[in-house]
């Protein structure tokens, strides 16, 4: 069996202002190509197909025109993201023909999408689980297992304990499928979750709820069980885990770049093939590029030499480190690189001492606020204070989830 693995389309994003609508036009042309060249059994999309939860008219329609390509040629398994709207896109779910599976409600994690062989039979399993937010998914995960008091168990506030919930549900399918005996039947798991040990980017939501937006490889353990973890939520291709230990576990990353952190990023889209044993191999595919995204810096003289000639249809930062800043800056950047998205001036002088703080993957956002606090109150924040910004950014980053 092959699956193509992808995640991350974000339809209807913007880059610094720019509409990617025609990127996204040519990265789902490329994929319907892909899908028929490579004879796809199957296409797997591990979440946040759109940007937001109430995605413009014209990304609707992209997304319908290319699932309705994509299943005439292959299945189509797409499970909902954090920027998704599971209940928007599992809409009419329940009406699609079976070459088309949305799989957005909580309650059919433990049931599979068996996808059949050459000859009818079961070719592979791929359970497919919607992001699992804690606070909106731990009623729905509680049970079937009990308490030493008899109760059903109900999963605790974090991404860790509902993830490990809705994989108790996975494991025990799989199980009772394989004690009825007859050939291995290879297993896909498709999620939408920040894996311990990923490197992240600037474009991804966060996603913490108590502190912790994490999930352990371990959690989707032994590797006997399932065979490949499709996932999606951080935007570079990865694969992450305890290889010989975990099940091959990756991420397909994002189709194109949303952040400047994501300019060394090669994209791709992965070829995975299975058998009776497992994972036979793995092909990163790469997709097409609109336009290269980078950095250039230099004196306004600088940039205006022959040595940026190759970067002048580029999507660019300019950071222009003349000791005065020039007069019209946006307009003589701009007359040099048209495709220019962030022009910033910043003195050589200021470039030598430390960079100020601020949000980036790197650099914490409760961290920034504390050094803030710091900074304007002249002492260290204790822990009362530390505990009313968690809440607070917390409270927002809840607010926005539920928009």
Known sequence: ????????????????????????????????????AEAVDAVVVAGDVYDRAVPPVASVELLSDALARLSELTRVVLT??????????GFGAGL???????????????TPVVLPDADGGPGALVYALPYLDPDMVRDALTG??????????????SHESVTAAALRRVQADLAGRRAAGGPRVPTVLAAHAFVTGG????????IRVGGVDSVPSGVFGPAAALDYVALGHLHGPQR?????????????????????????????????????DGVRGVELVPTPVPR????????????????????????????????VRPEQLWEQVARRFRHALVVQHVPARVRERAAASAVTAAQDPLEVAAQFLEAAGGRPADAAELEVLREAYEFVLSEARSA
């Open 292 to 323: 290269p995204l980078g950095d250039v810096t230099g004196t306004l003289a600088e940039l205006f030499g022959r040595g940026f000639d190759d970067r002048a249809g580029d999507w660019l930062r300019v950071t222009v480190t003349d000791d």
């Open 1 to 36: 069996m092959r699956i193509l693995h992808t995640s991350d389309w974000h339809l209807g994003r913007t880059l610094h202002g720019v509409d990617l609508h025609g990127a996204h036009e040519v990265f789902l042309d490329h994929l319907v190509e892909l899908v028929r």
């Open 96 to 110: 699609f023909r079976d070459r088309l599976l949305v799989r957005a409600r909580v309650a059919d994690v433990g």
């Open 240 to 276: 992450v885990g305890r290889e010989g230990v975990d099940p091959v576990i990756r991420y397909a990353g994002s189709p194109l770049a949303f952040s400047f952190s994501e300019a060394r990023h090669h994209k791709s889209t992965a070829l995975v093939d299975l058998g009776a």
């Open 199 to 206: 490197a992240a980017s600037e474009s991804e939501r966060d």
């Open 80 to 89: 909902p993201g954090n920027h998704d709207s599971a209940t928007r896109l």
């Open 144 to 157: 079937p297992e009990t308490g030493d008091d008899g109760a059903p168990v109900r999963p605790a506030r």
